[in-house]
């Protein structure tokens, strides 16, 4: 199986900037797309950002313009810049990877999460 690692996440003020990071390891040949959703408290989770192994983007909605996903294949980490955050950007952000797409919700497999707090 495949195990997901995240980190970098911590507490910000609005309007600043982190960085989130997610190590595969296992059977990472079983890997096609990796990403990133996230859930608030009380609320569903939501897709934020999927990128595939050609380097095929994709974002949620609400983060369009503000983060950036990247892929570095030989290190089978993904990455997700976080600029302009917003306390509604608050949540627990988990990594995800799956053989075809992570943009449905229902993927392969899950990192634990990691908390993302942003101040007003």
């Known amino acids: 199986q495949v195990q997901l690692v995240e980190s970098g996440g911590g507490l910000v003020q609005a309007g600043g900037s982190l960085r989130l990071s997610c190590a595969a390891s296992g059977s990472i040949l079983r890997i096609n797309a990796m990403g990133w959703y996230r859930q608030a408290p009380g609320k569903q989770r939501e897709l934020v950002a999927g990128?595939?192994?050609?380097?095929?983007?994709d974002y949620g909605d609400s983060v369009k313009g503000r983060f950036t996903i990247s892929r570095d294949n030989a290190k089978n980490t993904v990455y997700l810049q976080m600029n302009s955050l917003k306390p509604e950007d608050t949540a627990v952000y988990y990594c995800?990877?799956?053989?075809?797409?992570?943009?449905?919700?229902?993927?392969?497999?899950w990192g634990q999460g990691t908390q993302v707090t942003v101040s007003s």
């Open positions: 995800a990877a799956d053989r075809w797409s992570v943009l449905r919700g229902s993927v392969d497999y």
């Open positions: 990128i595939n192994s050609g380097g095929g983007r």
